[in-house]
């Protein structure tokens, strides 16, 4: 009931706003994602986390502002700082002005790392990588950013708190993205630099499924990946390659990994998605080490407004055997076009 209140509302804004008074409000996301799981050891379920609702607020053609509602697991919070409950909630909101000489924006932001960091659902061709299914990485924090686009170089840059919401130890992080976009060719570096203290780490009093933080120590994180990004029309690849250090008074703890995407159109409806993921994770004792293959369909209608994607996903565990494999069916719903 309070989804169909919260539209109801937005909508009668949006209609209601006249360019004279308040500027134009209008409705700018729509995305309606349920899902269907079937999980090891044979268990099955329905969800909707990743649909969203937004709009914008736009006064001129430099001043903006954006909210946009949806689970709060959108947000991606990292596992060293504990976990949100999935509720329903605000996952962006910021003012966004541009200066004519790049895009600042405030407020709650995406994380513009890598290729997948920064981008939207609504694009998105496989479910997020290891990296922050593991919660390594987080999606959306509060902070400011600044981007620029000229010719083909871009250049996006967000300082911002770490933990995907309240600031609790006072340590800023640093995230930059850089590389160039040639017609059909994206390629980049992307960086993140930040600290933990015990005062943010692990605040939920759960035991924290990353390994390479403990909250009795200050953590320092440096982290690098290079990127491309190949947009072909009928063959699509894009891989990531990253590696971080994970530095403390006593020790120095490492993780890394790399994802290759393979997109294969037959036509205008039909699609074949191949991934193959890897993580690994280098604790002060041991090594962690996680694969992950998709294999995927996608059947769009004639404007890539609705797709139904159907995914196989096989998980190996170094160490064990955890029957943790899936399959997975989503139906996406949006105004916007399916990035083909």
Known sequence: MKYLFLLLFLENLAFAATPQSLGELVVSRLLLEPSFFVKEPKTSSFEMTKSMLGVEWRNDNRWSA?????SSNLIGVPKRYGSLPADFSLVEGFGEWNSGVGLWRIGM??????LQGGSEEEVLWFPRGLIYQKGYLGIRDFGLS?????GLYFSHLTIHNGEGGTDLDNRAWFTGKWGVNPKDLEFGISAQAGQTTPLSTNVSGNISQDSLFSPTESHRLRLASLFINNKQEA?????EVYLAEVLTDSNTSQFGGFYIDLK???????QYLIRYDELRAYPSAGREKFIQTTLGLVFSNWNQTSNLFLYFIKNFEEHA??????????????????DL
């Open 146 to 150: 600044f981007s620029i686009h000229e």
């Open 321 to 338: 055997e955890i029957n943790n494999d899936r399959f997975q069916i989503s139906w996406r719903w949006t105004p916007r076009a399916f």
């Open 66 to 70: 954006q909210l946009a509602f949806g």
């Open 235 to 239: 063959l699509n690849y894009q891989g």
């Open 264 to 270: 294969y159109r037959q036509n205008s409806w039909l």
């Open 109 to 114: 932001l995406p994380i513009d790392f890598g």
